[in-house]
């Protein structure tokens, strides 16, 4: 899709087609061309095993997207974490007299959130789904949560201990679920508008094809897609996947898993 001079592509790809996607994604621009944002969400698999809630992961996403695509742009006065934790309240308010949101695998996700102008660039990141900035001079600059990769892969191996100690606790990683506090804890930032020509958010789904099969880096990666598109890269990501028989790459890991990529050229 085009407006004015910005340019933007979305592609989003469940990991099974009986399965629905569990990725959310949406871009706003509008017809001036000046601003616009962009949400992208990478909802958490539940385990089989009840969680105390009625509703499915992709209602979650929905709810918490729409919630985050509208607010960023009606209250430009608020801060982009400001705005991720008014939009999980909603979301929260949205089912909180039906489920149980203490639970500690409720419904929810990892966050990317921008929000642009004609004088700036904000951004948000939780979790493991990564946001690029591109320069000017066409440098690539990764936006990362790092807390989940910095948690003992021990303690990951183990459903038990993630869910008790790590998940949205001191010393884990977090989520946006139902604690609007959480958005304190988001990575955050604003670039000059004139230091950013390009924005790509990915999902892990998507991302590894740097973080697990290591077939490039960031900057490579944002290259395939400028070049080929968001689905070139997901469809070597899948080519990947499928190769990997004996799980050198993947290990425990999901053999394919929902993968996002949404490119914005400001």
């Not at 508008?193 to 099969?213: I, M, N, P, Q």
């Not at 799980?247 to 890991?253: D, P």
């Amino acid at each position: 899709m085009q407006t004015g001079r910005m340019r933007s592509e979305l592609i989003s790809v469940a990991g099974d087609p009986a399965r629905p996607d569990e990725d959310y994604a949406a871009v706003g621009l509008p017809a001036s061309g000046q601003g616009g944002s962009l949400v992208v969400l990478d909802g958490v698999t539940p385990p089989p095993e009840p969680a105390g809630c009625l509703h499915s992961v992709p209602w979650f996403t929905a709810r918490l997207g729409g919630a985050l695509s509208e607010l960023s742009v009606s209250r430009r006065d608020l801060t982009l974490q400001e705005v991720l934790g008014r939009a999980i309240s909603r979301t929260a308010d949205a089912h909180r007299a039906t489920c149980d949101l203490s639970h500690p695998r409720t419904p929810q996700a990892t966050v990317v959130l921008a929000r642009w102008s004609p004088d700036s660039v904000e951004y948000l990141v939780l979790s493991d789904s990564v946001l690029l900035t591109e320069s000017p001079s066409g440098a690539v600059v990764p936006v990362l949560d790092d807390r989940l990769s910095l948690v003992p892969r021990a303690a990951l191996t183990s459903h038990a201990v993630t869910d008790a100690t790590l998940r949205n606790k001191e010393g884990g990683f977090f989520t946006a679920a139902a604690d609007p506090s959480v958005a304190a804890r988001a990575v955050t930032g604003t670039l000059p508008r004139a230091a950013v020509r390009s924005l790509t958010a990915l999902t892990d789904g998507a991302t590894r094809w740097v973080e697990k099969f290591r077939r490039g880096d960031w900057a490579d990666l944002h290259a395939l897609v400028r070049e080929e598109g968001g689905q070139a890269l997901i469809d070597r990501v899948r080519a990947l996947e499928t190769a990997d028989t004996d799980r050198e790459f993947l290990g425990r890991s999901k053999r394919h898993d929902d993968a996002t990529v949404v490119h914005i050229e400001l």
